[in-house]
Nanobody, 128 residues
């Protein structure tokens, strides 16, 4: 079992930045690839980014590529999502998720079904 808790959400103006954090507890954190997803009102939960267990590889949705950066600190059992140049369409509840995997390949790990554990989410609102 892994417990995940997101933090760092809030209200920001378009063009601004936020950094989300996701703290994990339970099983060994480095056994898991970690992902970020987001869900806007009335829409499905969509993939944002994923990072391999070691942090060596990342993969991003086209909609955030070049603006968002995912990283992890295995000593602190935490992953981060640095979000720059935010747009109103980035407004959503952001969720982190854990997938039991020691593979360095994360390309294509973008389906919700590929993740085993989820946090409760943190709200990000970008005003125009």
């Amino acid at each position: 079992q892994v417990q995940l808790v997101e933090s760092g959400g809030g209200l920001v103006q378009a063009g601004g930045s936020l950094r989300l954090s996701c703290a994990a507890s339970g099983r060994r954190f480095s056994d898991y690839a970690m992902g970020w997803f987001r869900q806007a009102p009335g829409k499905e939960r969509d993939f944002v980014a994923v990072i391999s267990w070691s942090g060596s590889n990342t993969y991003y949705a086209d909609s955030v590529k070049g603006r968002f950066t995912m990283s992890r600190d295995n000593d602190k059992d935490t992953v981060y999502l640095q979000m720059n140049s935010l747009k109103p369409e980035d407004t959503a509840v952001y969720y982190c998720a854990a997938a039991l995997s020691k593979s360095s390949v994360v390309f294509g790990r973008s389906s919700r079904a590929q993740y085993d554990y989820w946090g409760p989410g943190t709200q990000v609102t970008v005003s125009s």
